[in-house]
């Protein structure tokens, strides 16, 4: 076992290199990049992809934040069944992994309240928040882009976003009809290490003033095989289907959808005993979602855009043990927003809006261990930009109210407050710097608050505090980017000193039979860094040949000492990739090293390597469609994969050798 200096010292010369490379963070376009030398193009051009998650219509590379954005070949090559798995091949994301139906996003060692999944900007309006047994409500396979924003995202999505947010656009209301009056996209697949299968489709239509949409999953995976053994109560069922409409015109849209997702999945940390008459854990859940979104261009005087949406959710989950239901979750949401861009004003450019939520949550049965409490919140924001020649300027600020109140309890006020500013110097046409400056404020969740009891799935006890206070992110973070026709570059190091960080803990005592978690709240620092580079070895009549490496590590200490758990293991990458017109083809290897920077009565997680490889050849292409047929092979050693993001790692490590095959096309 290599000690903890020799560890990071390895990792700290990978992300050495990528910086002397001049490494990019992954999918960041390039306005200037050379266009390829022969007729073979990726599926998206990346630079063109807008960020729909921040205002002004700006592509990911004119926004000094961090920003990652998964489309085109790249979102088919990470769609999983779980958000968290989907995206944890961006530097600074990982994944939680509890089993195959739930994995959410670890951006930058920050998880639970503090990442907020969003479904086409407005909050998923589950319950994947409280426990990591709790599945998102959002469908990576129905994505047209998911999109990361790292470090505080406060300013634009609330106390909420305190770590970042993840962003997946689906396009259910259109806010256009498609080119040839009818486009679409299908999939299916079946994956070896669980016998199961994915199939998708989507379809737009729509002409003069109008569009329409309609899509549709159905996953049925079993137990997933592990090294040595196939894991008991590992399964995962999906269903999710939506309609929606806009009416559309040169004064802007107005759309309305309506979705429905059904998921029932194992929980592998609890797959009972017959013997002894355990039955196992298994949850059961459903959302209805109704979303109304539209905008308005120029509607009045100093204004360019009016942009408004809101959501109402009526979500519920059933954690069974065995045919017995155990608790019941419920959570009704309505959540609103509206934003306002203003045309220029003494050079300035920016956007400013309100957004509100209104949450009534519950969790019913013998063992609920939060009791049912109403939250609400209100918040103001404005977000400004200016060029002064070579330096680019972004300021923001955002001021929220917000209140939660359990049954037969006392209310909580708390008034987050939330101040950015960002910095982008381009040296020349090849190099540029950017500086961002953070700090952000969160309120308590309801399950820090109030929890107080058994929880089943998760197979602990909580225990909340109801007075605790809100947190404060004081973050900087200093980025260095460089692009030329041979590399293209990106690193990123970043310091966040928290006031009043709240979380987990392991107490090491026992009660009702399971480990007893409080939520606890201390002083606490963030450092690390991310870095990437691919460089473009070839082009010729014969394809693109790319070599990407990539790392990234994050430290997380408490004041006074000790470690934060389920912090994430640093990580290096690497990824060989061709492609020419009708053939892609790509093999890369990520080493994830041993974390042994633990907390109190938490185990050390053993290092392992990934291997993966990927082939996909374009069968049919014409001008209005497009057919692929591929081959998808990870972890190709069969490793014992556990990440120590994972509550049930020891439990339930990565699914292991696993071959998919399918079909895709686009029409």
Known sequence: MAPPTMKRTALACCIGFALLSSAPVFADPVDDAPPPSNDAEPATKLKDVVVTAVPLGQSADQIVTPVSV?????????????????????????????????????????????????????????????????????????????????????????????????????????????????????????????????????????????????????????????????????????????????????????????????????????????????????????????????????????????????????????????????????????????????????????AFGLQAFHRDFAAIGEESFVPPTSTKGVGLFVTEQREFGPLKVELGARTDRQSSTPDNGDKRDFSPLSLSAGFAWRFDDAWHMTLNLDRAQRAPAEEELFSHGPHAASATFEIGDANLAKETANQVELGLHYHSEFVEAKVAAYYNRYDDFIYLADTGEIEDDLPVRQWSQRNAKFRGGEAEATFHLAKNASGHYDLRVWGDTVRATLAGGGNLPRIPAARFGSELSWRNDDWRASLGATRYFEQDDVAEFETDTKGFTLVNARLAWSFFNNDRSSWEAFVNADNLTNQTARLSTSLIKDQAPLAGRNFAIGVRGMF
């Open 70 to 350: 998964l489309a085109g070949t790249e979102l088919d090559d990470a769609r999983s069944g779980t958000i968290g798995q989907t995206v944890a091949g961006v530097p600074g994301v990982q994944t939680t992994a509890f089993g195959a139906g739930a994995g959410r996003p670890v951006i930058r060692g920050l998880d639970g309240s503090r990442v907020a999944v969003l479904a086409d900007g407005l909050g998923s309006a589950d319950v994947s928040n409280v426990s990591q047994d709790h599945a998102t409500t959002v469908e990576p396979f129905l994505a047209d882009q998911i999109e990361i924003l790292k470090g505080p995202a406060t300013l634009l999505y609330g106390s909420g976003a305190i770590g970042g947010i993840v962003n997946l656009v689906d396009g259910r209301i259109p806010q256009s009809a498609p080119a040839n009056g009818l486009s679409g996209r299908t999939q299916i697949g079946y994956d070896s290490v669980s016998g199961g299968g994915t199939g998708m489709f989507r379809v737009d239509a729509g002409g003069d003033g109008f569009a329409l949409h309609a899509d549709g999953l159905y996953r049925h995976d079993g137990d997933y095989d592990i090294p040595g053994r196939t894991l008991d109560n590992s399964f995962a069922h999906s269903k999710s289907g939506a309609l929606g409409g806009s009416w559309l015109g040169d004064w802007g849209y107005l759309g309305l959808s309506v979705s429905r997702y059904l998921s029932n999945y194992g929980n592998p940390a609890e797959p009972g005993d017959p013997a002894e008459g355990e039955p196992a854990v298994r949850v059961s859940m459903g959302q209805t979602r109704y979303d109304l979104k539209g905008a308005l261009n120029a509607p009045f005087a100093g204004i360019d855009k009016a942009e408004f949406s809101f959501g109402h959710s009526d979500y519920q989950h059933v954690e069974y043990e065995g045919s017995k239901a155990g608790t019941t979750f419920t959570n009704q949401t309505d959540e609103g927003r509206v934003q306002l861009t203003h045309a220029p004003l003494a050079g300035w450019t920016g």
